[in-house]
């Protein structure tokens, strides 16, 4: 299991803003990757139940929307910033190829990932 705290860019007005999601990976290092997004008002522990029996074949990356969970709150104007938030969050960890499975916002952000990069 590795942790991670999200960096931050400075915005005007001198405020910061993270540019990856603070998220979480288990599973095999040379496993195919498999990420998993929450639902507005849910943490990455949603899919506690599920990762043993993912992490067999998968390496899992689980994620919490901003303010959620530990997550240091930032506003999100859109599903396409947290689209953006999370192909930087993958940029950072060398991932270029992945799985997704997404419930309610989680989903949503999928299918901005789909339109936006779907490479």
Do not use: I, K, N
């Not at 992490?55 to 999100?76: C, K, M, N, S, Y």
């Amino acid at each position: 299991m590795r942790l991670a705290a999200p960096g931050v860019r400075r915005q005007p007005g001198g405020r910061t803003a993270p540019l990856e999601l603070q998220h979480r990976v288990d599973g095999p290092d040379d496993a195919p990757l498999l990420v998993l997004a929450p639902t507005l008002g849910a943490t990455w522990h949603m899919w506690d139940r599920q990762v043993p029996e993912l992490t067999r074949t998968w390496r899992v990356l689980r994620f919490d929307l901003p303010g959620q969970g530990g997550a240091p709150p930032h506003p999100a104007t859109s599903v396409a910033d947290l689209a953006e938030r999370l192909l930087t969050t993958l940029d950072s960890l060398g991932e270029t190829r992945f799985g997704y499975a997404g419930c309610g916002l989680g989903g949503a952000v999928g299918l901005q990932l789909a339109l936006t990069a779907p490479h």
